[in-house]
Nanobody
Framework: QVQLVESGGGLVQAGGSLRLSCAAS????????WAWFRQAPGKEREFVAA????????YYTDSVKGRFTISKDNAKNTMYLQMNSLSPEDTAVYYC???????????????WGQGTQVTVSS
């Protein structure tokens, strides 16, 4: 079993930066894919970024490429999402997740955090 706890959300001005953290416990090495999803009001859950720690491969949705960076500290069992050059379009509840099948589909993630609110104002 894997438990995920998120933190780091908050209010930031457009153009600013924010770093989200996802602390994991339990059988953390049983899932090869670690990812961030987000969901804005009235919209479906959207894939943001993922890391396959077995193959050392990262994935990003087009809208965040060059601005967001996903990383994982195995010693601390913590995953991070560094978000730079934020815009109001990034406003959403951000969730961390762990899974072992496909990367971009939320259906293939079986462990989820509680979510953390990110609000970007202009």
């Amino acid at each position: 079993q894997v438990q995920l706890v998120e933190s780091g959300g908050g209010l930031v001005q457009a153009g600013g930066s924010l770093r989200l953290s996802c602390a994991a416990s339990g059988l953390t090495f049983s899932s090869k894919n670690w990812a961030w999803f987000r969901q804005a009001p009235g919209k479906e859950r959207e894939f943001v970024a993922a890391l396959n720690w077995i193959a050392h491969i990262t994935y990003y949705t087009d809208s965040v490429k060059g601005r967001f960076t996903i990383s994982k500290d195995n010693a601390k069992n913590t995953m991070y999402l560094q978000m730079n050059s934020l815009s109001p379009e990034d406003t959403a509840v951000y969730y961390c997740a762990a899974g072992s099948r496909t990367v971009r589909s939320p259906m293939d993630y079986n462990y989820w955090g509680q979510g953390t609110q990110v609000t970007v104002s202009s």
